[in-house]
């Protein structure tokens, strides 16, 4: 049976892929001066998927696997309850404050956060990564998450090209993200 750290990094790494794809779909299909309905694109788009369905299903197995806390730390289900209660009130402020129209986009990031700061965590308690070093990675998932609600609420309220830049932006954030934590456990394991 493969270590759970190799499989929660293995899976990281897949969603990362998922990143890459989801990017190359982005600069494809809406690749100024006007967006293009495109077979690559579209081809781009279903490996997104695939990738991000099989980097969920490893890091949510080894997530939801028991395993002896060699440290206390905070338990997975509060982080993902504290992630619904976000995006509750993110979609709440959202609408009705910033007039925002709902997109799948917030739910992603969101979602997103929540992955990582769990397996942030999962690895500070395993013994794979520091204190301070935990926290400064949950610190750079929370900027990105910050800064890519940032990009989804100015979205629509930009001209065309720097709406699509401000596209791109939370797409290589969450790719440099998840780098950096597997960068970061890799040299610990």
Known sequence: MEHPVKTLLTGNWTMALCGVFYLAWWI???RPPKPRNSPVGWGLLALAFLAGIA???LMGRTL???FPDARPGIRGLWIVLAGAVAYVLLLAG???IFRRQVTSELLII???AVLELC???FLYRYGVLAYTA?????GIVLAAAVASLVCYLLYYRLPYTPGFIAGCVPLALAVVTIALINFTAGRSI
């Open 119 to 121: 397996t942030v965590n």
């Open 55 to 57: 980097g969920f299903y």
């Open 64 to 66: 939801a696997e028991p």
């Open 110 to 112: 969101v979602a997103w």
């Open 134 to 138: 935990a926290w400064t990675l949950a």
């Open 28 to 30: 494809v299909v809406f």
């Open 94 to 96: 959202t609408t009705l």
